[in-house]
């Protein structure tokens, strides 16, 4: 396989990282299968539905599949998130989703490259940021604060969850804030994390977000090469982003490429927050 085949990559993607089921489970979380699909919950402020493939289900058994998560979940009175791919069988499953309530939210592109061109490149953040790789709580809560802002709409929930994630195994994961005005306390203007996926040739890439101010200043692709050198450092040789439609061209600059797509579709209860 060389660094850039797409579909050797989408290959090695599909075998080695799907189902995304948390490894180790986090205290709380739980993960339950119904055929195909892994179901898992606790992480974050819904549900979450996985799998490696569909087991070749169509019609009226892909139906029943669906229907029992809305079914499940709307028992729970919880939201649950289905994560679909483009190049998953079968072709009408979105639209399997949408006829049971599901809702579409943004496109993201599946993208992969190589550690080692990155790793070898060293992070350079503009004059008046710093990068600190963080684990405290109170740092989780900073980072989660500006994520809302950029998005706007609460996410802090996600704080919680990263906690999980540490203290179910800190080698696991890294996470980095990008600080202006002074390491230790200065204002978080952007932060993004590395899974290190135990079993596989994966380095996974999360985050990214920055606040409008700071953004084209390098910033990102100063976090992606730091999460690189980490990545590489501990013996991953593929990174792997599902990327929104500004990361994805500097991701491309960086030498990653698109192997297919990926759109999560959300049911909400009535009711549910």
Known sequence: MTDLDERALLAAYDRQLRPEVPDPVPAGVTVERDGPLARIR????????????LGGLTGAALDALIRRQVEFFAALGEPVEWKTYGHDEPADLPDRLRAAGFVPEDRE????GPVAPLAATLPVPPDGVTLREVTD???????????????????TWQAAALEKEIAADSTAITIVVAEAGGQMGGQVVSAAWVRYIRGTSFATLWGGATLPAWRGRGIYRALVTHRA?????????????????????????????????????????????
Request: hydrophobic share 40%.
């Open 229 to 273: 050198r980490l990545a590489g450092a501990r013996g991953y040789t593929l990174l792997q982003v599902d990327a929104s439609d500004d990361s994805r061209p500097i991701l491309q600059r960086l030498g990653l490429v698109a192997v297919t797509t990926t759109t999560p579709y959300v049911f909400t209860p009535e009711g549910a927050a």
């Open 42 to 53: 606790g992480l974050d402020k819904g549900g979450f539905l996985t799998y490696a493939n």
């Open 137 to 155: 709580r109170a740092d989780l809560d900073r980072i989660v604060a500006m994520e809302s802002e950029v998005w706007g709409i609460d996410r």
């Open 109 to 112: 592109t599946v993208m992969i």
